[in-house]
């Protein structure tokens, strides 16, 4: 049978990434540092991390069962506070949204800072397409758009290139001076971006939190591009998913703390920015336009599922990620997809449908790893687990595995039916080793001479006999 | 191929009747304590050996064992690849398996956590949900089950090696097993057990996962072993059959100097038990 | 039907269908390490985190010499310097007349005109101090706007020893009775990143130099 197209392509990718030791070295490298910062962050900062979890996971919940009284407020506060607020259903009518905000104000040129939701909705090439030039501003996000790529990982970037490619890709593309010096590389961006900064009439954001109770948006960051971002341009526009939103400006006290920690192995990041608005009178600067866009693609489908909504409260702080062997071997290029690792092996099929994406839930070993990491408390393995069920449940699952696991239900569970089969097993796992295509040789485990019943049988007898 | 599925179910419906000799106990005294055997598929499949190991050690430390050979696997398999009406059909027939009330012993934590942690989930809403819940009561992991009888200072021997231990993900993170297996090891003289291999990473079994991403999963088995030889050990103590079976594959295909052990076949060397099935030799106390 | 209305009418009927999700400890409490804060303390714990940060910390008893440590700071540097109009700057101008008269130049920042490129220091009070974590906490209608402290590549923020505070919740409660304000910023350090091979730099794209004139005493 076909495999699907982006079943088929995931396969060849994860192979060779997987066989690629420079590139797993190069991700082990960086995790560990990460690794580290984040231990010692979580014991120096937290009396008891454990207990911060399950308060941030009770107030994300709540905030995610109320959502759309929340959205509500949000919105009702958000225009009292001259916010101009877009409602998307999907990627499309974001993107509309966007271009619509362009062309009417005649944009040339957009600044972005980091956003995984514009990732989501492949804002960049519509832009691309009506003529407006756009910056990604944030390091790791130039670097990968320099190189025409995806973002790796959603919190580092360009976790996947080395100092050594940097300092090349910035000499072809920007003419830097060749280096390997990570300072002179940053130094390079900045210089390069400056002017961006100060033409662009857009400047483009995503949400880290919405708080309903303010209209506000809050961004979390080190660089200092959000603000300039938010600073400069004559226009600002927030594109946030509707699950972003946090009841009050209250839980920032907890939740700014928790992201840093989970995502970078700080106590805060460098900018957390409460943004509530275009420039007010009285105030020097600011844009004197601001929209927020709030985006549902998909979202709305797993409020809609019981088990799958508690995935809604993920505050994208790449833990689980970082903690995932299979990300970690694979890398995030892989999954071709905004979201990769284990979050986004529990959301992508719902956002762009099972059939083309129930691979990634099936993509874990399930360990349990990104569970244990995560800062919310989302059972990421058990939602991989439901997602499996789902795609069963759906009849999207491979016709083979289906039929497989039907006979293996008659058949295997039943000591006399498996006794009887047993010789057939034997030569089958015999045939097997030696017929398997290459991937699978030495993989097939050979079934042992006499069963554990068998040998207990043949015990039960000699005792009996002597 | 769709004629064997036939025979198959044509066999599910016939299921041939139940032998009569199912309750085969070892014959223990009547005052001696008494544990059922639940043999994981894949260690009555593939390992017998490390079945065997179970029941030498545990009649050695004084315990009488039953086995009753209708149990097969608990479903897990099933389970993991999302096709839960088939696991549900699995866990029905597994649960029958074990009826009383006696306590069940087990040498796979993954096994133990399907029981544990989905077994009631699974029967949600079915008249089958009591019987269930009274079974997930009964079944320990084998490290659980020394802990619960306080039995490490039963646990004498020796053995060889510069050791590390392997803990599979779901007695770690479902059963929150950390300690218990580690206590047992120190029971044992003669070895080195080399603490800084046993740091928590998965092997890359996953079920069919092994099957279904052989390559990132090989590749994950072959990242485990490589840091149990990095941290220096020459002998990996394991308790999971599905690691084992992982990481055995992964040591042959790669030709990896390593030995790869249950923690009961491990004992069982240590106790000088032998690999022939004896539930003869009692310890005195 | 439009979007707004397509999103919130099956947001509320998931609602009704699927209970909500069992959230059991709501309550904060205290979660956070500390130690004793009061007044004494304080100011040890902010010194601490604030250096940890690569903030420069300049401890100046009275307006003199905090105007003195200003000038100081400003006098090599090349390009104008923008200084906000806020009540303890005007102080700090009216003790040292030659702080004044190198400030005369200041103006206000224009992206659009090429002389942005010339400021070399950005000059702001602040809203108030978190000795938890080290930050600096402003808002753009009381520090000069949006990219007064984050343009420039040297921001030189001067607070009283009376805005330190513990934590952050009483800073928040006040943003929420204020009216006036469109941004709201925590700092924590000067601008950073470590995108490259997870190399910490410093002044990724706001401010290299972050300095902290703090007037203790009277």
């Known amino acids: 049978m076909a495999l699907a197209g982006e079943y088929r392509s995931f396969l060849h990718r994860s192979c060779v990434k997987a066989a690629d030791a420079s590139h797993h070295l190069k991700i082990l490298k960086a995790i560990a540092s990460y690794d580290t910062a984040v231990e010692a962050m979580k014991k120096s900062q937290f009396e008891s991390w454990e207990r911060a979890r399950q308060v941030a996971a009770s107030v994300k919940r709540d905030a995610v069962s109320r959502l759309p009284e929340l959205l509500e407020q949000f919105e009702a506060k958000a225009v009292e506070n001259g916010v101009e607020v877009v409602w998307a259903a999907d990627a499309a009518e974001a993107r509309a949204a966007v271009l619509d905000i362009a062309r009417a104000n005649g944009v040339r040129q957009a600044v972005k800072s980091k956003s995984m939701t514009t990732e989501e909705i492949e804002l960049n090439e519509a832009l691309e397409s009506i003529g407006v030039k756009i910056w990604e501003t944030d390091l790791g996000e130039l670097i990968v758009q320099l190189a025409h790529e995806r973002p790796y990982h959603i919190v580092t970037p360009a976790m996947h290139k080395s100092r050594a490619e940097i300092g090349e890709l910035f000499h072809r593309t920007l003419g830097t001076p060749l280096t390997d010096n990570a300072e002179e590389l940053t130094q390079a961006a900045r210089v390069h971006l400056r002017e961006a900064f100060c033409s662009a009439e857009l400047g483009i954001t995503g949400a880290n939190f919405l708080i309903a109770s303010l209209g506000a948006v809050v961004l979390t960051e080190n660089e200092g591009n959000a603000r300039l971002t938010t600073a400069c341009p004559r226009i600002h526009v927030a594109v946030a998913g509707i699950e972003k939103i946090l009841p009050r400006l209250e839980d920032l ?90 979050i986004g092996s529990v959301i992508t099929p719902h956002l762009r449908g099972f059939p083309g994406w129930q691979h990634m839930s099936s993509a874990s070993s399930l360990c349990g790893a990104c569970s244990e990491v995560c800062p919310v408390k989302i059972d990421l393995h058990r939602l991989l687990l439901e997602n499996r069920w789902h795609a069963h449940r759906q009849r999207t699952s491979s016709i083979i595995w289906r039929l497989g696991f039907w006979a293996w239900a008659a058949v295997y569970p039943h000591r006399k039916c498996l006794q009887m089969l047993q010789p057939f097993f034997r030569l089958g ?38 | 191929m769709e004629q064997i599925f036939f025979l198959f179910q044509v066999l599910h419906l016939l299921r041939l009747p139940k032998s009569g000799k199912q309750h085969l106990s070892t014959g223990a005294l009547l005052d001696e304590k008494q544990v059922t055997l639940f043999i994981p598929c894949l260690v009555d499949q593939l390992y017998p050996e490390i079945g065997v190991a179970l029941c030498n050690v545990l009649s050695a430390i004084g315990w009488s064992v039953n086995y009753t050979p209708e149990h097969t696997c608990c ?86 090696g510069r050791v590390g231990f ?61 840091y149990f030889l990095d941290a220096g050990a020459d002998t990996v103590v394991a308790n999971d059959p599905g690691c084992i079976m992982q990481m055995r594959q992964e040591a042959a295909s790669r030709k990896l100097n390593i030995r790869i052990y249950h923690l009961v076949e491990f004992l069982a060397q240590a106790m000088g038990l032998g690999c022939e099935l004896n539930l003869s030799k009692r310890s005195a106390g | 039907m439009n979007a707004r209305e397509q999103i919130l009418k099956r947001l509320r009927r998931c609602r009704q269908a699927v209970p909500d999700m069992p959230c059991p400890s709501k309550e904060f409490g205290p979660l956070f390490f500390h130690p004793e804060d009061n007044a004494e303390s304080r100011l040890d714990w902010f010194r601490e985190k604030f250096i940890a940060l690569r903030g420069e910390l300049y401890e100046e008893q009275g307006e003199r010499q905090a105007a003195q440590r200003i000038l100081e700071l400003i006098s090599g540097l090349p390009g104008f310097v923008q200084v906000q109009k806020h009540p303890l700057l005007e102080r700090l101008q009216s003790e040292l007349p030659a702080l004044r008269e190198r400030l005369a130049g200041s103006r206000a920042l224009d992206c659009a005109s090429p002389e ?88 990724a794209h706001g401010p290299k130099r972050l300095a902290l004139v703090l007037v203790t005493g009277s």
């Open chain 3, 116 to 203: 942005y490129a010339q400021c070399a220091c950005g000059i702001s009070g602040a809203d108030s101090l978190l000795a938890q974590s080290g930050s600096i906490v402003l808002r753009s209608s009381a520090a000069g706007g949006r990219r007064l402290s984050v343009l420039p590549p040297f921001h030189i923020v001067v607070a009283a020893s009376s805005q330190l505070n513990g934590f952050v919740a009483p800073w928040f409660a006040g943003l929420q009775q204020d009216n006036s304000w469109s941004l709201a910023s925590i700092i924590s350090g000067p601008s950073r990143t470590a995108d490259i091979e997870k190399i910490l730099v410093f002044g």
């Open chain 1, 429 to 466: 796992s015999r045939l097997a080793g030696l017929a398997a295509p290459r991937d699978l040789r030495g993989r097939i485990p050979q079934v042992a001479g006499r069963s554990f019943s068998e040998l207990w049988q043949d015990y039960e007898r000699k005792r009996t006999n002597s």
């Open chain 2, 75 to 160: 479903g897990q398999p099933a389970f993991n690849a999302g096709h839960r009406p088939e696991a549900k059909q699995a866990a029905a027939a597994f649960v029958a398996a074990f009826p009383g009330s006696g306590e069940i012993v087990t040498v796979s934590g993954s096994c133990t956590a399907m029981v544990r942690v989905y077994y009631e989930e699974l029967f949600q809403e079915d008249a089958r949900l009591p019987e269930v819940s009274r079974f997930v009561g009964r079944l320990a992991e084998f490290s659980e089950f020394i802990h619960r009888h306080d039995l490490y200072h039963k646990i004498q021997g020796v053995q060889r």
């Open chain 2, 166 to 226: 392997h803990n599979s993900c779901h007695s770690f993170r479902e059963l929150h097993i950390e300690r218990e297996p580690l206590r047992i090891l120190r029971c044992l003289d003669g070895f080195e057990l080399i603490e800084s291999a046993n740091k928590q990473i998965c092997c890359g079994f996953g079920g069919v996962f092994y099957l279904k991403y052989s390559t990132i999963s090989s590749a994950m088995g072959g990242s485990r072993l490589q």
């Open chain 1, 253 to 342: 006290e907890l939740f700014l703390p928790l992201l840093a920690t989970s995502g970078t192995g700080q106590q805060l990041t460098c900018y957390n920015t409460i943004i509530r608005g275009p420039k007010r009178s009285g105030e020097p600067d600011g844009p004197e336009k601001m929209y927020v866009i709030l985006l549902d693609n998909g979202r709305s489908s797993i409020y809609a599922e019981e088990k799958l909504r508690v995935s809604l409260t993920c505050i994208r702080c790449g833990a689980c990620l970082n903690a995932c062997p299979v990300y970690r071997l694979i890398g995030g290029h892989a999954y071709n997809t905004a979201y990769p690792g284990p």
